[in-house]
C-alpha cells in the first residue's frame, strides 16, 4: 500500500492541526494504522494507533486527551487531530500501515510554536 500524508504546518502553541493520510493500492480497510513522529535528533516514537474497523483506538500517554486518530474506509484514509499543541510535539509525523508487513508514508512536518 502507498500511504499519502498531508497536513502539517506550523501552529503557535495551544493550536489545532487535522493530518491526513491517503492509502492505495492495496485494500485500505485491511490495514491497522498508525501514527509516529519524529523530532530532530530523537528516535520515532509511537503516537497514535487505530483497529482496520476502527473499533480500537490507541494512544501515547503523551498525547492521550489531546490527540484523537479516526478512519474513513471509504475513503482509504486516516486521519489524526490534534489539539491543545504544544512545542514538543513538534516533528515530523508519519503514517503507518500493518497487515503483516508494514509500511509507511513520506511524513509531514508539524511544528508548534511557543
Known amino acids: 500500500v502507498q500511504l499519502q500524508a498531508s497536513g502539517g504546518g506550523l501552529v503557535q502553541a495551544g493550536g489545532s492541526l487535522r493530518l491526513s493520510c491517503v492509502g492505495s493500492?492495496?485494500?485500505?480497510?485491511?490495514?491497522?494504522m498508525g501514527w509516529f513522529r519524529q523530532a530532530p535528533g530523537k528516535e520515532r516514537e509511537f503516537v497514535a494507533g487505530i483497529m482496520w474497523n476502527g473499533r480500537a483506538t490507541y494512544y501515547a500517554d503523551s498525547v492521550k486527551g489531546r490527540f484523537t486518530i479516526s478512519r474513513d474506509n471509504a475513503k482509504n484514509t486516516v486521519y489524526l487531530q490534534m489539539n491543545s499543541l504544544k512545542p514538543e510535539d513538534t516533528a515530523v509525523y508519519y503514517c503507518?500501515?500493518?497487515?503483516?508487513?508494514?509500511?509507511w508514508g513520506q511524513g509531514t512536518l508539524v511544528t508548534v510554536s511557543s
Open positions: 493500492g492495496r485494500t485500505f480497510s485491511n490495514y491497522a
Open positions: 503507518h500501515a500493518r497487515h503483516g508487513p508494514s509500511y
